[in-house]
């Protein structure tokens, strides 16, 4: 049965319209449901992970207009008439992976991969903001992701690389 | 898990304040939810009704009146962080902003939510306390400037009334030969002792006229020094130097320091020491 069959009959709904992955959404929402678990449970797409649930970890990260939040303490009806994004839109639509994909590859950015969409979000964010960051400044912009595998330095790597691929690809 | 509840979704203030008139306690204003969202979710707080106040026009800019600086209550951190009126007149203000939390908080928590939560590890009141800020505080048929100082009165607790809503943050902006900073100590994104110094001396440089103090996270909320900044101003720049160790102690002591799994109240008041001189020596350089 799914959720919208077991809401109660006097619960308030929000119709919502939004692009997702740059597809269009028109669904409604209660006003408590949170993100997270819209476009998991309801859409399907389960790359953002529920880890900390406080906006600490960062597992949960989701572009909307292109910035990131936290999708677990973000309330679904916020996101009318924005675009979101998840990792399962970054690739083209021919399949082609994004630089930053392709340099977590390449660099070995991750171990378990739990954090990893989360992580390739937020560095898309900082990229598209700052295209040459600085390592001190990546690493202000992604304090507030967390993984528990790598201890970082092959995160790093994969972003720094990532952007000089991005730059290159530009000029 | 989030419980069920309604949502307003008013366009005015009028209509915010008089909403919470009608609901009371059974009501909230929600704004970037960074703080009450995760209250919620906990169920350490519950609500039957949130009023999403994100769609009132005209309170997310920053602008420049005379010399004052007024902050619409929805500006969210990330919003401060780049505000050019800022970095041209308050840089302390921005570094704090840019220190808050996270990228994703500061991306849609506002300055006002964080102001009106008076969670006791944020880090803005005690600067905007140091900065002689101004809250203003509206309802239906009424408008009224609460200083800073006496806007923080505990642990999540300010002085707003049910029906009032805080609607902007107005700082001067600092005079000539003048100088401030905000220091913070915590364990991650959780400041566990904030510190902020202002500092005003003559023309020469040598003696200092004014002096603001003012202390947070350490206690239940943020508190300024009157006693520590007497030992500060008033006299040359080298007394108030040589009396930073015993101003810091007694900053130390009125910040009602907790002790918690982030130190002893012993360390955080000497941290609260330490934070100062640094402020201070950060705050004259400015000057």
Redesign the interface.
């Given at each position: 049965m799914s959720k919208a069959m077991l809401r109660?009959a006097d619960?308030?709904t929000?119709p919502i319209s939004f692009t997702l992955n740059g597809r269009l959404q028109e669904i409604a929402v209660?006003?408590?449901?949170?993100l997270l678990d819209v476009v998991r449970e309801r859409l399907g797409m389960t790359g953002a992970k529920r880890s900390c649930?406080?906006?600490?970890c960062?597992a949960c990260?989701l572009l909307v207009d292109g910035?990131?939040?936290?999708a677990c303490?973000?309330?679904a009806?916020e996101v009318r008439d924005r675009s979101v994004m998840t990792i399962e839109g970054l690739a083209d639509d021919n399949g082609k992976l994004h630089p930053l994909q392709e340099a977590f590859i390449a660099h070995g950015g991750f171990q378990c991969g739990f954090c990893t969409p989360g992580m390739i979000l937020?560095a898309k964010?900082l990229l598209d903001e700052n295209p040459s960051p600085t390592e001190d400044e990546l690493k202000?912009?992604?304090?507030?992701?967390i993984c528990r595998c790598t201890g970082y330095k092959k995160i790093i790597e994969s972003i720094m690389a990532a952007a000089k691929l991005m730059r290159e690809s530009r000029a | 898990m989030l419980r069920r509840f309604r949502l307003e979704e008013p366009e005015s203030v009028k209509e915010v304040s008089e909403l919470l008139g009608r609901f009371g306690e059974a009501a909230r204003v929600y704004a970037g939810g960074t703080e009450l969202l995760l209250a919620m979710k906990e169920g350490l707080v519950q609500y039957e009704r949130l009023i999403n106040v994100k769609n009132i026009k005209g309170l997310n800019e920053v602008t420049l009146d005379k010399d004052t600086i007024r902050i619409g209550a929805l500006c969210t951190h990330h919003q401060l962080e780049n505000a050019p009126l800022l970095h041209q007149n308050l840089a302390a203000l921005v570094k704090l902003e840019q220190n808050v939390a996270n990228v994703r908080v500061r991306q849609v928590g506002t300055f006002g939510g964080n102001i009106c939560f008076a969670e006791p590890h944020a880090d803005p009141g005690t600067l905007l306390m140091a900065l002689g800020a101004q809250m203003i505080a509206e309802r239906s048929t009424s408008k009224r400037e609460i200083p800073a100082v006496d806007f923080f009165v505990d642990a999540y607790e300010t002085c707003l009334e049910a029906d009032e809503v805080l609607t902007e943050i107005r700082v001067p902006v600092p005079a000539d030969k003048s100088g401030v900073a905000y220091l913070k100590f915590g364990y991650l994104e959780r400041p566990s002792v904030g510190v902020a110094v202002a500092l005003r001396v003559d023309a020469g440089g040598k003696s200092i006229q004014d002096a603001t103090i003012a202390v947070g996270c350490a206690g239940p909320a943020p508190k300024r020094v009157p006693e520590a900044e007497a030992l500060l101003k008033g006299g040359s720049v080298d007394e108030a130097k040589a009396n930073l160790s015993k101003a810091g102690e007694i900053a130390g002591g009125a910040s009602q320091a907790i002790s918690d799994l982030h130190g002893s109240q012993e360390y955080k008041e000497h941290i609260v020491g330490v934070l100062l001189k640094r402020a201070f020596g950060s705050a004259l350089s400015q000057c």
């Open positions: 109660r619960a308030q929000i209660e006003p408590h449901e949170l649930d406080v906006q600490v960062g990260t910035r990131p939040v936290s303490t973000t309330l009806f937020a964010a202000h912009f992604m304090h507030g992701n | -």
